[in-house]
DNA sequence: CGCCAGGCCGTGT
DNA sequence: ACACGGCATGGC
């Protein structure tokens, strides 16, 4: 007979991804927009709901600004004003300079040839970045640049914790653990089809974070809450 | 009204 | 190394 044995956290995680993958179907999140205004987008929704972000991008289109020229020519108090609706426009309109002003000095102001860059060295420049941590660096990677990297957040961490997938670390090492973890959840995929699985798993695990993975609430109906602990084989 | 949003950074311990 | 608060605004 065959012994039952513990799945691994990666193969816990697999399986909520295609379970979520099944019940919510594509989120294609930023999917055709141009690979600069997925930046934009990238910087705008730092701690902030994408509605709003959505106005910031309506107006830097009225004002003809969701291209590298137009941020590069907009004044910077023009560049506060068009994203008010999304905050924090003293840290965000200067770090939109600054990723431009990065563009125009050390890659031809062309995101292709950022996009050229090796992941590993690119990941580093990015974070070098002001206002950039490790998920905009992440985000911008997967969903602007297309590099195979995951990209984790609190709602990740507060779906490992609640359904102890892995003891969560605080601080530095918090992200990167959940990246670790959803790369060994998606290892085995061909590399071209991990960026997919990498975008969709993110958008994903958003979903549900904000539709049963409150701060304030449990995981009441919580689509993950089936049993995943157990397996005959895997 | 209070809580939260597709984080990051400076400061204090 | 980690905890904590500020950053700005708007939706619900």
């Keep these: 007979m065959r012994r039952l044995h513990r799945l691994e956290p990666e193969h816990r995680l697999r399986r909520m991804h295609d379970h979520l993958a099944e019940a919510y ?31 910031s ?22 560049l506060r004003r068009l994203i008010q609706p999304s905050g924090f426009i003293t840290r965000k309109a200067p770090a939109l300079k600054a990723f431009v002003a990065m563009l125009d000095a050390e890659f031809g102001s062309s995101l292709d040839i950022l996009a050229a860059t090796p992941t590993a060295a690119l990941r580093r420049r990015l974070l070098a970045l002001p206002g950039v941590g490790p998920e905009t660096a992440d985000a911008i990677l997967l ?22 997938l892995i003891e969560v670390p605080n601080g530095s090492r918090r992200y990167d653990a959940l990246a670790d973890l959803t790369r060994r959840a998606f290892a085995a995929d061909p590399t071209q089809s991990q960026a997919r699985l990498f975008n969709e798993f993110h958008a994903l695990t958003v979903v549900v974070g904000k539709a049963h993975c409150r701060r304030t609430a449990l995981c009441e109906g919580c689509p993950l809450a089936v049993d995943l602990r157990f397996a005959s084989s895997f």
């Design 25 to 55: 179907g594509p989120q294609h999140w930023w999917p055709a927009e141009a690979p600069f205004e997925v930046v934009l987008g990238a910087y705008l929704t730092q701690n902030t709901a994408w509605i709003a972000v959505e106005r």
């Design 57 to 78: 991008l309506a107006n830097l289109r009225a004002a003809g600004a969701l291209t590298i020229e137009g941020i590069r020519a907009l004044p910077l108090g023009e």
């Design 143 to 164: 969903y602007a640049l297309g590099h195979p990297v995951p990209v984790a957040d609190e709602y990740l961490a507060r779906i490992a914790e609640r359904h102890r």
